[in-house]
């Protein structure tokens, strides 16, 4: 089946840092990825969504200065935290498509704590 | 904004057919219905989709209503396994590169012994 792979699964660091997460789709090419956030006993949070080769769409809400996302490539997409505060601390999914009505699936993954 | 309806959880005894509702009634006619699942700290687990006709693959099967404004999920032998939430999406847009799964709250399964 169709596998993304998230590194790191866990990331702790201190307030002010920058935090890059990774996203890659391992047995497809992705056409679309997305970028997700959820709080504890929450649903996931939609943040942004990137085609390769082209500038991330961002939600409603969400800082593009904030949360960088970087397509470039048809199997890896990067989401980076510019100057992480405690209040970014969540957990962060990502997802990759193949394209039209496949589906989307997900990683498994980052535990942001910021300190 | 969810464009689904789900009960906020339900209980299946282990070894039984686990039936989880989903309404969709705004469903536009090129949408289509997602089931998603997610286990604790882990991300979701995509497990069927469908337009119109009843689907079925070796994790559930899917079932829609005639009118497309409901359907269910039903997984057939429930194992303690498949506790978990338990997500109906309707993908909104329909071109190949803009559609994009809203999540909602889910059902939470709780599968007992």
């Known amino acids: 089946g169709a596998v993304v792979s998230q590194h790191p699964s866990r990331v702790i660091c201190k307030s002010g840092t920058s935090v890059k997460i990774e996203c890659r789709s391992l047995?497809?090419?992705?056409?679309?990825m997305f970028w997700y956030r959820q709080f504890p006993k929450q649903s996931l949070m939609l943040m942004a969504t990137s085609n390769e080769g082209s500038k991330a769409t961002y939600e409603q809400g969400v800082e593009k200065d904030k949360f960088l996302i970087n397509h470039a490539s048809l199997t890896l997409s990067t989401l980076t935290v510019t100057s992480a505060h405690p209040e970014d601390s969540s957990f962060y999914i990502c997802?990759?498509?193949?394209?039209?009505?496949?589906?989307?699936?997900f990683g498994d993954g980052t535990r942001l704590s910021i300190l | 904004d969810a464009k689904t309806t789900q009960p906020p959880s339900m209980d299946c005894a282990e070894g039984r057919a686990a039936n989880l509702p989903c309404n969709h009634s705004t469903i536009s006619g090129n949408e289509y219905v997602y089931w998603y699942r997610q286990i604790h700290s882990q991300g979701p687990q995509y497990i069927i989709h469908g337009l119109k006709n009843n689907e079925t693959n070796e994790m559930a099967s899917l079932i829609i209503t005639e009118d497309r404004k409901s359907s269910t999920l039903i997984l057939p032998h429930a194992t303690l396994r498949d506790t978990a939430v338990y997500y109906c999406i309707v993908r909104v847009g329909s071109s190949s590169n803009t559609g994009k799964l809203i999540f909602g709250q889910g059902t939470t399964l709780q599968v007992k012994p």
């Open positions: 997802s990759a498509r193949a394209g039209g009505r496949q589906p989307q699936h």
């Open positions: 047995d497809f090419q992705a056409t679309t």
